[in-house]
């Protein structure tokens, strides 16, 4: 907290933002992890926040409390959700996917609209009663054969037999 309070500038900021410290920072910690559901991420986002607010305090210095609370909460929320989208981009791009070779050689709309074609296949798969989403991205994902599909779905259909038992 004292590096916080080092890039206030007067009495009167420091005492608000010890008093906003210790009423909400536990509250801020767990609506960002609900959010991440990560411990590091959700201590990292409540500390940006606290950054975020020593350069916002005149704003709810004198404000009432219900509305220090929400601005202090839809701040925090605001940047887990800027995280996880983050987040979400990566791991959806599938850039990482693509050789660089093969990303200028197909050109970045044709990579986008395979990427979008995947994304929604899928989503489509997704919706399948199981076991068909499962056979169907067994096969066309990984690539296995019918053989190996079914000796996967037999396993699996036996460890869920094996857990009802137990």
């Known amino acids: 907290m004292f590096r916080y309070l080092l890039l206030l500038e007067t009495d009167e900021e420091r005492e608000f933002f010890k008093f906003i410290y210790q009423e909400y920072r536990q509250e801020m910690f767990c609506v960002a992890r609900a959010i991440l559901k990560n411990e590091a991420d959700a201590e990292d986002m409540v500390h940006e926040t606290f ?40 791991e959806c791009s599938g850039l990482e996917e693509w050789e660089p070779g093969e990303i200028l050689e197909k050109g970045p709309d044709t990579i986008l609209e395979e990427t979008e074609l995947k994304e929604a296949v ?45």
Do not use: W
């Open 51 to 90: 950054l975020i607010l020593t350069d916002h305090l005149n704003k709810i210095i004198n404000s009432e409390s219900y509305k220090v609370r929400d601005y202090i909460i839809t701040t925090v929320r605001h940047r887990c959700f800027n995280l996880y989208r983050k987040r979400k981009i990566q």
């Open 122 to 166: 899928t989503g489509l798969l997704k919706e399948l009663k199981s076991p068909y989403g499962e056979v169907l991205t067994l096969q066309y994902y990984h690539e296995m054969s019918f053989q190996e599909i079914a000796e996967h779905t037999a396993q699996i259909t036996i460890l869920n037999h094996l857990r009802e038992i137990m």
